[in-house]
């Protein structure tokens, strides 16, 4: 059984090696800052007992103030897996640090956030549309899009 | 003398018999040799997300019928499953064994495309995929009996599935399950030792352990580069920790373990269908969930282990009828991303071949 690690846990290590970049935790996730959260990917990457080193799936929540991306990491090592959210603020240009130079599995998933949701990846080698036509305007999965 | 030629680009798709859809490979070649290829897609895009977020949760489930449309009642379990863990909905005890069943049977369904269309890709030009094919209209004929459908079967429901199973079906399913491990028995006869199959797929296209786990591939391409990992045993759902089956797991990633792999895991779904057959209990079929289902606000990540892969949903609830999103974990989507490294140095024949081995379908890629 993969066994969820805990939010707050987590949280209390990442506030003793990055100071202020949890924003809050919960018991099946955490939410930290979009500065630091390269930072972080690569601490839960690497640091052993961890190992988080499959990036099961990237999503992207419209809440009208902030954009959400959640992460589904596991280790198939230790078989844990664990919940990492970022908010990226403002509807012109949101941006976040992508994570592809860490793990390879985001490239289609940050891309069709791009596409889709409109939150620029910085740092992502080949951003652009991934299943609507370069041209396309605006971006359909979110709340306020109408096609009429 | 040496003749230098420059690298072109040649367009492989998107309408092309080996493309299993319409799926565009842009290719740069230096002679017959892939230098570059990008995968370009998009063409069967038809917004499920976004349609999902306007109907009621139970209104959902023919959505996710078209996704991957070869193995739809492994989309119907896993949706099931998320909202199942976003509202809390039990399942009753024989509903789970039925789904099970239909779970295991589609998984057989979809490898024997997958294997039969690789087949075809490798040069075995339409009798092993008409063998294939003919092994499959039986399980349609079983799809068919429990549901009346034989490809969008909308079969499941949150909180268990539509009907019960009519009473000819267990008769035919226990038919079915003598007479499957001779066809097996038959395809490995033809093809098992195969000269030219293991010239053209040994050693071809290979995917190495790290790359796949970095690249988040998953399913069958997963296993057949060395990694123990299936969501029924590494996380299981439903009642699937109460089987007995084994994983199989290929060890150089090539084209053949790829192949193997999907074989070997056909014939463990038919240990998974014979247990289930025998402990299947009486009971009712689907516990009293409310025509529109109002979750809690929140949100779930429910997975299942596909035939192709990892396929979970993630759904966030705003305590209305319609999820607030819906988001689909399209393994064949995230198993694409390795494409490009698999097919690099090798030749345009394998390229259809490498292609073959992954078992991609458009309506999953491109939702």
């Known amino acids: 059984m993969t066994v969820a690690l805990s939010g707050e846990e987590i949280a ?3 506030e003793e090696k990055f100071p202020g970049s949890v924003v809050e935790s919960g018991a099946d996730s955490l939410l930290v800052k979009s500065g630091s959260w390269l930072e972080i990917a690569s601490y839960l990457k690497t640091t052993a007992g961890l190992d988080f080193d499959y990036l099961t799936a990237i999503t992207a929540v419209d809440y009208y103030d902030y954009f959400e991306v959640v992460y589904q990491l596991t280790s198939i090592k230790h078989n844990h897996s664990l919940v990492v959210k970022t908010r990226c603020y403002g509807r012109d240009n949101p941006t976040l640090p992508s994570v592809v130079s860490l793990w390879r599995g985001a490239d289609f998933q940050e891309r069709e956030i791009y596409d889709l949701m409109g939150i620029s990846f910085d740092g992502h080698p080949n951003l652009k549309r991934i299943v609507l036509w370069e041209g396309f305007e605006g971006h359909p999965l979110r709340k306020d899009y109408r096609r009429w | 003398m040496v003749i230098k030629t420059e690298p072109f680009v040649v367009n492989i798709g998107p309408a092309h018999p080996s493309t299993h859809g319409v799926f565009r490979m842009r290719t740069t070649l230096d002679g017959e040799v892939i230098v570059d290829m990008e995968p370009v897609f998009g ?3 038809r917004g499920i997300e976004k349609l999902a977020e306007e109907r009621t949760y139970t209104g959902c489930i023919p959505l996710t019928d078209r996704l991957d449309y070869l ?4 989309n119907n379990l896993a949706y099931c499953l998320a909202v199942e863990k976003l509202a809390g909905i039990p399942v009753p005890e024989r509903a789970e064994y039925i789904r099970v069943i239909m779970a295991e049977l589609q998984r057989i369904a979809s490898h024997l495309i997958a294997v039969g269309s690789f087949l075809n890709d490798c040069g ?7 063998y294939m094919i003919r092994e499959r209209e039986k399980i349609l004929d079983l799809f068919e009996m429990v549901c009346g459908q034989r490809l969008t079967y909308n079969y499941m429901r949150v909180g268990g599935v539509s009907q019960d199973i009519p009473d000819e079906f267990l008769p035919a399913l226990d038919k079915f399950l003598k007479e499957m491990p001779g066809w097996i028995d ?7 030792e195969n000269e030219i199959l293991l010239a053209r ?3 071809v296209g290979i995917l190495p352990r790290e790359l796949a786990v970095n690249t988040s591939a998953s399913g069958p391409v997963f296993r057949a580069s060395g990694v123990k990992w299936d969501i029924r045993r590494a996380d299981p759902y439903s009642i699937y920790d109460r089987f007995e089956f084994d994983i199989p797991t290929g060890s150089v990633g090539d084209c053949y373990d790829r192949y193997r792999v999907r074989i070997e895991e056909m014939q463990q779904s038919l240990r998974i269908l014979k247990q289930a057959m025998e402990q299947l209990p009486k009971g009712e079929v689907r516990s009293d ?4 289902i109002r979750p809690p606000v929140g949100e779930a990540y429910g997975h299942i282990e596909a035939p192709k892969g990892e396929l979970g949903f993630y759904l966030v609830s705003d305590n209305s009828i319609a999820p607030y999103r819906f988001h689909v974990r399209a393994p064949t989507l995230i198993n694409l991303t390795a494409l490009r490294d698999m097919m690099v140095g090798w030749k345009v024949a394998d390229l259809i071949i490498i292609f073959g081995s992954i078992d991609i379908c458009m309506g999953e890629v491109d939702r």
Do not use: C, N, Q, W
Request: glycine share 4%; charged share 20%; net charge positive.
């Open chain 2, 201 to 203: 797929s040994k050693g």
């Open chain 2, 289 to 292: 969930v409310p025509h529109l």
């Open chain 2, 43 to 45: 063409y069967l895009h």
């Open chain 2, 124 to 130: 075995a030009f339409m009798t092993p995929i008409l």
């Open chain 2, 186 to 192: 038959e395809y490995d006869r033809l093809l098992k």
């Open chain 1, 12 to 14: 209390a290590r990442l």
């Open chain 2, 71 to 74: 193995a739809s009642m492994s």
